[in-house]
Structure formats: C-alpha cells, structure tokens
C-alpha cells in the first residue's frame, strides 16, 4: 500500500491544521494507522493511531502531549485517514508521517508502511 500525506504547512501558535494520509494500491481497512512525528535533531515520535476498519467505531490513542488537541479519525469511502491538530504550539513543529499497520501500537517498528512525510510548522 502507497501512503501520502499532504496537509502541512506554517502556522502561528494555537492555529489549526489537518493532515491528510491517503492510500492507493489497497484499502485502508485492514490496517490500524498511526501518525508519528520528527523534530530536527530529535528521534521520531508516536503520536496518535486509530484501530483498523470494519466497524462503526474505532479505538483511538494519542501520546499525552497532543491529549485534548489533536484528533485521528478516518473515512472508509476515501480511504484516508485525517490528523486534525488544534491549538498548536512551537513544540509541535516537526515532519510527521503517516504509517500503517497490522497492530494497534504505538511503536513504530511494528508499522510497515509509511508516507513521505509533511512539514508542520508552528512559529511563536
């Protein structure tokens, strides 16, 4: 499966953007999808992931940083999957990519397939 991830740009602190993650070459549904994230000079970062498809509700988690600001959800008929991000902050800017996997998890090595990436920038 092809990953990618559009959405990004520059933002002033406590703006609002929403990455996308689009599939091609096989649905998304069978596959638990994470967001993770790299700052420069930084290792890269969990930072939400949502259950695989086939039901009308998914299981959602995020790294505590982004509680209560960030949302992961996704849209079967698109084959996509969305990280909406609000009330950004500097510490917030890095690239972050778009992963699939067979596990709902938060470590990236159990994710085998990822998007190129998209810059996220938060200026003060």
């Known amino acids: 499966v092809q990953l990618q991830a559009s959405g990004g740009g520059l933002v002033q602190a406590g703006g609002s953007l929403r990455l996308s993650c689009a599939a091609s070459?096989?649905?998304?549904?069978?596959?638990?999808m994470g967001w993770f994230r790299q700052a420069p000079g930084k290792e890269r970062e969990f930072v939400a992931a949502?259950?695989?498809?086939?039901?009308?509700?998914?299981?959602?988690f995020y790294t505590d940083s982004v509680k209560g600001r960030f949302t992961i959800s996704r849209d079967h008929a698109k084959n996509t999957v969305y990280l909406q991000m609000n009330i950004l902050k500097p510490e917030d800017t890095a690239v972050y990519y778009c992963a699939a996997s067979w596990s709902l998890t938060r470590v990236a090595t159990t994710y085998d397939y990822w998007g190129q990436g998209t810059q996220v920038t938060v200026s003060s």
């Open positions: 949502i259950s695989r498809g086939g039901s009308s509700t998914f299981g959602t």
């Open positions: 070459g096989r649905t998304l549904n069978s596959y638990a």
